[in-house]
């Protein structure tokens, strides 16, 4: 597969972090964590930056802004914004923001990697649709409408009652169609999904998800949405994370078993690649499972966290980490038999195509 990626195909992560995670992990185990610079570009150095380039990626979509808890949304979001503004324009630099199809093009015979800058929850927008479009001239390219919880638009997947899309749900929908933003349906609970499905004039994504019919976790999705989302055009990226497994640590094996089963129900040009994780391993993997068993405790008192998260399981597959991870995947996907072509759109053509469809081709300026 070494003549796919970057020379061929493009490589498109639909979920991801540029972070180096030992940076956070050692700071942690010196005890200094106050020390360590917020999440975002102070934690891309120059070891991520390296790692980004040699997995042959295209792009990457990463998360920007509030995603949970207390504190002012609107204005944590803003100020986040400014800060992957500042980073991503630095001229010279090995980083492309992406607001159209053409610029992964560019970044790509430019060579650099292309971020594309996406929310994990509206909470921010307040009852305000008008801010859709501020965000957007941002370059904020993908919205997620719900986290785990109930927001003002709709319903997590860990809501004890799912009453769907509400009234300013269909309101902020509508002017993502209108700004060209790309809807995304991870973490939202089903019915929320299957309403704002329907309620979208665009082919919708769900960025990181698993199937729930390998594994019964609430974050995965019912065969039957893997079907409403693709029916509408939609992609369907799939996760390396715990939830490909009811029990026990995954590995690349499941995730290849998720894959076979999501181009089964929702077919070849439906289905890619969100992996929720980082490209840059983990180094010390025992001193990641000691503060990984603190912070799913601390999620769990926070209402933030499924009731089977298990600090004994990575939340990485320990065979698939690492910047060589999309080759490998590609691989281990040819060994079950898939052609070049079909893994082709997994790994980032069927992105291409949706993001295509959905924000236009033209390169714009989010500055201005």
């Keep these: ?7 061929g195909s493009p490589r498109i992560n639909l979920q991801g972090s540029l972070a180096n995670p030992n940076l956070a992990l050692e700071a942690a185990r010196r005890g200094d964590v106050s020390q360590l610079p917020p999440e975002g570009p102070a934690r891309v150095d120059a070891r991520a930056q390296a790692d980004a380039w040699a997995s042959g990626l295209s792009a ?3 998360t920007v802004g509030h995603v ?6 609107w204005q944590k979001t803003c100020d986040d914004l ?6 991503l324009d630095r001229p010279g630099g090995p980083w492309r923001q992406v607001m159209g199809v053409s610029d992964l093009v560019a970044c790509r015979a430019a060579g650099q990697v292309g971020m594309v800058l996406g929310f994990q929850n509206t909470e921010m927008l307040g009852a305000e649709p008008a801010r859709v479009a501020r965000c957007a001239a941002q370059g904020v390219r993908v919205m997620q409408l719900t986290y785990n919880g109930v927001n003002a638009v709709g319903c997590g997947c860990l809501a004890a009652v799912d009453s769907g899309l509400t009234s300013l749900g269909q309101a902020m929908v509508e002017a993502m169609n209108a700004q060209g933003v790309l809807i995304d349906l991870s973490h939202a609970g089903d019915r929320t999904l299957a309403d704002a499905v329907r309620a979208s ?13 390998l594994a019964a976790h609430r974050r995965n999705l019912a065969d039957e949405d893997l079907r409403r989302v693709a029916d ?3 992609v369907v990226g799939l996760y390396a994370m715990p939830f490909l497994r009811s029990a026990g640590q995954p590995l690349l094996e499941d995730l290849v078993r998720h894959i076979d089963h999501a181009l089964q ?14 490209l840059t391993a983990v180094d010390d993997v025992d001193n990641y499972r ?6 799913v405790r601390a999620r769990q008192a926070a209402g933030l966290a499924t009731a089977d998260e298990d600090p004994e399981v990575c939340l990485f597959l320990p065979d698939l980490s690492g910047p060589s991870q999309f080759e490998r995947l590609a691989d281990a996907l040819l060994r079950q038999g898939h052609p070049a072509t079909v893994i082709d759109r997994v790994l980032g053509g069927n992105a291409l195509r949706l993001f295509g469809q959905v924000w236009g081709p033209s390169v714009q300026d989010p500055g201005g």
């Design 1 to 7: 597969m070494s003549g796919l990626g970057r020379r």
């Design 60 to 62: 990457v979509c990463i």
């Design 68 to 73: 949970a808890g207390p504190g002012d949304a």
């Design 82 to 87: 400014t800060r992957w503004r500042q980073f």
């Design 201 to 213: 004039q665009s082919p919708v994504i769900v960025s990181h998800t698993g199937c729930r019919a």
């Design 232 to 234: 509408a055009g939609g």
């Design 265 to 278: 129900v929702a077919g070849a040009e439906h289905v890619g690649v969100g992996t929720d994780g980082t």
């Design 290 to 295: 000691h503060f990984l068993g603190e912070a």
